[in-house]
């Protein structure tokens, strides 16, 4: 069992910058790769970043590259997101994910939702123009 806790989430004017913060727990962080997905109104749950267990290993969505940053601090059992130059259409729920694969913790962490194995509750981010 791995249990996730998100925060950070907010509102911020058009450009301006957050931080989320995503707080494990359960079984050993850096067995495992995590990732960051998004969902906005009506759309459909996107991933935004995922990193492996070692930190080496990153991707990142399009839309985010150059503006967001994953990163993870596995003494603190925490995986973060500083998302700069924040837009409008950036707003929506965040969600942090587990993925206890093994490979995609070596290597390449899905981009998929379906195969991350645990969630947060998610922290909701309004981007105002």
């Known amino acids: 069992q791995v249990q996730l806790v998100e925060s950070g989430g907010g509102l911020v004017q058009a450009g301006g910058s957050l931080r989320l913060s995503c707080a494990a727990s359960?079984?050993?962080?850096?067995?495992?790769?995590m990732g960051w997905f998004r969902q906005a109104p009506g759309k459909e749950r996107d991933a935004v970043a995922t990193?492996?267990?070692?930190?080496?290993?990153?991707y990142y969505a399009d839309s985010v590259k150059g503006r967001f940053t994953i990163s993870r601090d596995n003494a603190k059992n925490t995986v973060y997101l500083q998302m700069n130059s924040l837009k409008p259409e950036d707003t929506a729920v965040y969600y942090c994910?587990?993925?206890?694969?093994?490979?995609?913790?070596?290597?390449?962490?899905?981009?998929?939702?379906?195969?991350?194995?645990?969630w947060g509750q998610g922290t909701q981010v309004t981007v105002s123009s």
């Open positions: 994910a587990a993925d206890l694969d093994v490979f995609a913790a070596n290597y390449a962490p899905s981009i998929h939702p379906g195969r991350y194995d645990y």
């Open positions: 359960g079984r050993t962080f850096s067995s495992y790769a």
């Open positions: 990193i492996n267990r070692s930190g080496l290993s990153t």
